[in-house]
């Protein structure tokens, strides 16, 4: 595997491949790295001659200073995970180097779909997360982009921004993987205290009990089974919200909507989990 570390040796190295007809596959990550982006990177492989994986901490969109400090870094491990699973290239570039003092920032109107949900919590987030997948697609300029379903409205914003700005670019989605009993893999799993780690596991089960709450209760009860059933000594339950999965606007009625998805945060001690569950997806 090559590691890169700037925009122009990375530009003149996919510009080789370009030439000689390759295609490009991209998976963007902040890096501790566990088997949720391998899975996307195994999934680029599959569809792609060359497989590019970015690791970088994007400061713009942490709007908590706490939260980027606590990422944990570790570039050696990360390395070696690529490696093995066959990655072409790590693209590991320095915040100077994504933005450059002349660097000219992307924004651009997110529809409402940065209000809800993360959007409430976090101001300021989608904004600097769309700001740099953009200017990651800019370097890059993969034909496919992919992206965890563990990030639901992170992808559903950046699918827009791709449909909206008409750009090349298509996204795959990749399904969550997991921990044997259900908790999503995320890289802030590891700073979970063990008893609290031991009943982590509550959150999936939730998500998976209240899609059968929906086949005899109303949306609404539902939500407040959910956010009572999610509300247990250590954890406290942010949000709870069943909503459209185009729109990401709450449903009131299950039976009618055609694609609907529960999305949840949940502060786990001091560790802010997300989690959602796809209930029903009409094609
Ligand atoms: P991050 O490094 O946390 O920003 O995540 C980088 C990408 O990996 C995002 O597209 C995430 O949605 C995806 N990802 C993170 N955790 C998982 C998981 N458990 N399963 C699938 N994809 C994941």
């Known amino acids: 595997m090559k590691v890169i570390r700037t925009i122009k040796d990375i530009q ?23 088997n949720g982006h391998s899975s ?13 994986c970015s690791i970088f901490v994007n400061p713009t969109q942490f709007n908590e200073k706490s939260d980027l400090e606590k990422y944990r870094r570790n570039l050696e491990s990360d390395m070696k995970i690529l490696d ?22 992307f924004s651009m109107d997110l529809s409402g779909l940065d209000d809800l949900m993360e959007g409430k919590k976090r101001p300021g987030h989608f904004a600097g997360m769309i700001e740099v997948v953009h200017r990651l697609l800019e370097i890059v300029d993969p034909e496919h982009i992919y992206m965890g379903q563990k990030d639901f409205q992170q992808f559903s914003i950046v699918n827009y ?18 921990e044997e009993d259900g908790l999503a893999m995320s890289s802030r799993n590891t700073r979970l205290e063990p008893n609290i780690r031991k009943r982590a596991s509550n959150i999936y089960k939730t998500l998976k009990a209240s899609k059968d709450w929906l086949k005899y209760i109303p949306v609404k009860y539902a939500v407040d089974k959910a956010m009572n059933a999610l ?39 001091d560790v802010r989990l997300i989690d959602n569950m796809i209930y029903k997806k009409d094609s």
């Open 40 to 52: 996307l990177i195994a999934q680029s492989i599959e569809n792609n001659d060359i497989s590019v």
């Open 161 to 178: 921004m791709l449909k909206t700005e008409r750009m090349k670019t298509e996204l795959v989605v990749c399904p969550i993987v997991r």
């Open 12 to 34: 003149r190295e996919l510009n080789e491949m370009r030439k000689e007809g390759k295609t490009i596959g991209f998976s963007p990550t902040m890096g501790a790295l566990h």
């Open 231 to 269: 509300d247990i000594s250590d954890f406290e339950p942010e949000y709870f919200e069943i909503v459209d999965g185009f729109t990401l606007k709450g449903i009131e009625n299950y039976r009618k909507s055609d694609y609907v998805v529960a999305c949840t945060a949940v502060w786990a001690g």
């Open 84 to 105: 093995e699973i066959g990655c072409d290239i790590l693209f590991a570039p320095t915040a100077e180097e994504v933005y450059p003092p002349d660097f000219v920032s």
